[in-house]
Every structure is written in C-alpha cells, then in structure tokens.
C-alpha cells in the first residue's frame, strides 16, 4: 500500500466523523453561500484542526476565491487542498542524518508511541541497508527496555541497555562508544515518558543533549516527539511544554489509525510551527509513514 491509501485507511475514522462528506459539501458551493463556508469551518473544528488554525485556513479560502474568481465546487476544494498542504510545509519534512553516526532523540510523555516509533524507525533504515542501534534510555521502568530490546530483535539491529533506574544519559554515552567502534549509521535513542515535571524533565533532556555535543561535536541530531493522535487538541498542549524543554526537529504523530482527530495535523504544524515528519498508522512494524502534506490534504479533503 503507498502512502495515499495508509493514509486514507488511516483517516476513516476522521472522515467517518465528519457531519457531511467533504465532497458533498465542496458541491454545495454556489459562489456567495456564507453557509458554505461555515459548514466548512464547523467541519474542519470537528476534526480537532482547531479554531485559530481553521479560521486562519477558511480566510485564506475566501481571498483566493475572490482573486481566482472561482466559481465550481472541484476548483474551490483543489484550491483547499493546496491552502491546506501549504499550512503544512514547515521547515524540512525528512530526517537529517549525513553525520556518521547521526542521532535521534525520541521523546513524549507516556504512552504516546514512543517505543513503536523507534521499532518501526530501525526496521525502515536496516531495510535501507543502514546499521542502526538502539539506545535504551528510558531506564524508569525494567520493562521499557525488554519492549526496546525486542524491537532491536525484529528491525534486526543492535541495542544498548543498562540496569533499570541507572542514569539515562550514561546509557547514551555508552551508545555512542559503541557506534564508534561498530560504524553505526544511526543512533535511535528511546527516552523516559513520564513528564514528573517540566524541571526534572528539561535537566534530563539537557544531560542527554550535552553527552551527544561533547561526544559527537558537529553530528545531526534529530530530536524527534511523539505525540497521540487522539489526545486531540490535550496533546497540543503538552507538545508546547516539550517545545521549550527542548529543541525538537520534528513530530511524530502516531495512532492516526485508532481517532475521529486526524485535522490535530493542521493545528500542530500551525500553532507549534513545527513539522510533522512522521504519521504512524498501526501497531505493526510497517505502519509508519514518511508525511506528505499535499497527499494527507487531498486524503482529507477529497
Ligand atoms: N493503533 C496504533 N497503535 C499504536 C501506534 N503507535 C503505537 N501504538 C500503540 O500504543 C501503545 C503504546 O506504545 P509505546 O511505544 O509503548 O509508547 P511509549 O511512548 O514508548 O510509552 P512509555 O514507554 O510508557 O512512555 C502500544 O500498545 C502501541 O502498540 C499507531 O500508530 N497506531
Ligand atoms: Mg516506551
């Protein structure tokens, strides 16, 4: 299956959710409808894209028609999508990593996805023929690093871990001593969920970031967050925390699959200014895809 379709699959449950068919409404367009574009707003609200980022959109909407002069319902909903996939395009959509090794950070609070990412991630570059290891810096819990090490076993790639309760960024420096000697490609570094507090949550984020500048000065760091995508407009809300605690490249937003939310795209993008790189579409090791604004747009709203 390419993107398109995934992606589709993947919004079902958004579209499902939607009053009326985004075509449907598209065809109700006769011009001058003041309804229309209501019923547009309302939809688009429904699908958690928010209401800054929706109304920013649907004025956009009401200038090109204008310019344009458009007047059929297919010219106004292609003129959309590209609104749309515009709100979209933020900063650099695929992943950074030209250093030997490379690193990428994975964070998030619990549950969101994290360790999965990391699973599917690691299959996705062996495939490509890139040696990729594992960090298992989420040493809270025993179990955080048996779910990593059996991820390790699946994408076929290798794993560093420690005991449960050492010190995560000890974890990382050995990670990265390890890619040294072996040539590794791609550090994949798999952090502690629990957002106890901002503080504690900034102090072990710096200490981690501080090990890969002293070890690795100049290398391509991708600091990768994860979010869920049914929290809806909630996990915005922490995702700007995690926007200033640290200095994340890009979103993964996973269980697009599993949520009538699928417009929380848009407002991520708008409202953090950050680019989603990544949409995770199921549980399996395949289910995560690169983002393609102009195909999640059209997948939307057409
Ligand atoms: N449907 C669906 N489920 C997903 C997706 N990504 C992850 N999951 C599920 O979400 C649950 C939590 O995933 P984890 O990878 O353990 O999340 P985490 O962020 O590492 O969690 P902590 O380590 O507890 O912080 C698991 O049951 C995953 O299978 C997705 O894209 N779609
Ligand atoms: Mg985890």
Same mark, same amino acid.
């Given at each position: 299956?390419?993107?398109?379709?995934?992606?589709?699959?993947?919004?079902?449950?958004?579209?499902?959710?939607?009053? !009326?068919?985004?075509?449907? /409404?598209?065809?109700?367009?006769?011009?001058?409808?003041?309804?229309?574009?209501?019923?547009?707003?309302?939809?688009?609200?429904?699908?958690?894209?928010?209401?800054?980022?929706? =109304?920013?959109?649907?004025? %956009?909407?009401?200038?090109?028609?204008?310019?344009?002069?458009? %007047?059929?319902?297919?010219?106004?909903?292609?003129?959309?999508?590209?609104?749309?996939?515009?709100?979209?395009?933020?900063?650099?959509?695929?992943?950074?990593?030209?250093?030997?090794?490379?690193?990428?950070?994975?964070?998030?609070?619990?549950?969101?996805?994290? =360790?999965?990412?990391?699973?599917?991630?690691?299959?996705?570059?062996?495939?490509?023929?890139?040696?990729?290891?594992?960090?298992?810096?989420?040493?809270?819990?025993?179990?955080?690093?048996?779910?990593? =090490?059996?991820?390790?076993?699946?994408?076929?790639?290798?794993?560093?871990?420690?005991?449960?309760?050492?010190? @995560? $960024?000890?974890?990382?420096?050995?990670? !990265?001593?390890?890619?040294?000697?072996?040539?590794?490609?791609? !550090?994949?570094?798999?952090?502690?969920? +629990?957002?106890?507090?901002?503080?504690? /949550?900034?102090?072990?984020?710096?200490?981690?970031? +501080?090990?890969?500048?002293?070890?690795?000065?100049?290398?391509?760091?991708?600091?990768?967050?994860?979010?869920?995508?049914?929290?809806?407009?909630?996990? /915005?809300?922490?995702?700007?925390?995690?926007?200033?605690?640290?200095?994340?490249?890009?979103?993964?937003?996973?269980?697009?699959?599993? =949520? $009538?939310?699928?417009?929380?795209?848009?407002?991520?993008?708008?409202?953090?200014?950050?680019?989603?790189?990544?949409?995770?579409?199921?549980?399996?090791?395949?289910?995560?895809? @690169?983002?393609? @604004?102009?195909?999640?747009?059209?997948?939307? /709203?057409?």
């Amino acid at each position: 299956m390419g993107f398109f379709e995934k992606i589709k699959n993947g919004l079902a449950k958004t579209k499902q959710n939607m009053t !009326i068919s985004m075509n449907n /409404l598209f065809s109700s367009f006769t011009g001058e409808n003041e309804e229309f574009f209501d019923d547009l707003e309302d939809t688009l609200i429904l699908a958690d894209a928010g209401v800054e980022t929706t =109304t920013k959109a649907v004025d %956009r909407l009401r200038e090109v028609v204008q310019e344009r002069g458009l %007047r059929g319902g297919a010219e106004v909903q292609s003129a959309f999508v590209e609104i749309m996939a515009d709100m979209l395009r933020r900063g650099r959509l695929d992943l950074e990593l030209r250093s030997i090794p490379s690193v990428i950070l994975m964070v998030g609070v619990n549950g969101v996805g994290k =360790t999965t990412t990391i699973g599917k991630l690691a299959a996705s570059f062996t495939a490509q023929g890139k040696k990729v290891l594992l960090a298992a810096a989420d040493t809270f819990r025993a179990a955080a690093a048996e779910q990593l =090490t059996v991820w390790a076993q699946r994408a076929r790639c290798e794993i560093v871990r420690h005991e449960e309760g050492s010190d @995560p $960024a000890a974890v990382v420096f050995d990670a !990265i001593a390890a890619a040294m000697a072996r040539r590794t490609d791609i !550090i994949i570094v798999d952090t502690a969920g +629990r957002l106890h507090n901002k503080q504690n /949550l900034m102090n072990e984020l710096n200490k981690i970031s +501080r090990v890969i500048t002293r070890e690795l000065p100049g290398c391509n760091v991708e600091t990768l967050l994860v979010m869920d995508a049914t929290t809806g407009q909630n996990g /915005l809300f922490q995702a700007k925390s995690f926007k200033e605690a640290a200095d994340i490249t890009g979103v993964v937003l996973t269980k697009l699959d599993g =949520t $009538a939310k699928g417009g929380i795209v848009f407002a991520i993008a708008d409202e953090l200014d950050i680019p989603v790189k990544f949409v995770g579409v199921g549980e399996g090791i395949d289910d995560l895809m @690169p983002f393609d @604004p102009e195909k999640f747009a059209e997948a939307l /709203l057409k």
